[in-house]
């Protein structure tokens, strides 16, 4: 995915300031952000983080499917997202928002971002997998259309189950 022409990333500022009063945007990711980067996936997703050396090759990857929030001062979120070469379907591979800023919609304009990107693409289906357990989660995407197509016992290892789900972009 590739940000539209006329409209770059670094130039969208969110609706809201962070809780103290810095400008947040969305932009996409660069090489410089990768320590950052790496630190809040690891808060986020502890266990579950992707090693640094495996954002870095994400980042090679991806490329413009990597969507950071930053404030200036911090990484607050990021969405990634993988696409198949015949753009029938793009994972979520992750989105995640620092703790300390939950429930600022912060979630909810990753993933605008990221579906606006996969449609102008020509993206058909977007899929992503999330633990049965996390409520927040399964209700943001349901709230964006998702649905349950699968329930994948040891998706992640023994015991980390995780459902499937997936939505036309």
């Known amino acids: 995915m590739t940000a539209p022409t006329g409209d770059p990333l670094s130039a969208r500022p969110l609706e809201r300031p962070d809780r103290v009063g810095r400008q947040v945007r969305m932009r996409v990711a660069t090489e410089q952000d990768l320590p950052r980067l790496a630190r809040l996936d690891e808060q986020i997703f502890t266990e579950f983080a992707y090693p640094f050396f495996a954002l870095r090759q994400l980042m090679d990857v991806c490329g413009d499917d990597l969507l950071v929030l930053d404030d200036g001062a911090d990484l607050l979120g990021y969405v990634l997202a993988g696409t198949r070469p015949d753009r029938k379907r793009s994972w979520i591979l992750g989105l995640g928002v620092d703790a300390r800023m939950r429930g600022l919609g912060l979630g909810r304009k990753l993933m605008e971002?990221?579906?606006?990107?996969?449609?102008?693409?020509?993206?058909?289906?977007?899929?992503?997998?999330?633990?049965?357990?996390?409520?927040?989660?399964?209700?943001?995407?349901?709230?964006?259309?998702?649905?349950?197509?699968?329930?994948?016992?040891?998706?992640?290892?023994?015991?980390?189950h995780r459902l499937i789900m997936v939505r036309p972009v």
């Not at 899929?127 to 399964?138: I, K, S, W």
């Not at 349901?142 to 349950?148: A, K």
Request: cysteine-free.
């Open 113 to 160: 971002a990221a579906l606006d990107l996969m449609r102008t693409e020509g993206v058909v289906e977007a899929a992503l997998t999330v633990d049965p357990e996390n409520a927040t989660a399964l209700a943001l995407y349901s709230s964006f259309g998702f649905v349950q197509v699968e329930d994948r016992k040891d998706y992640f290892g023994p015991g980390q």
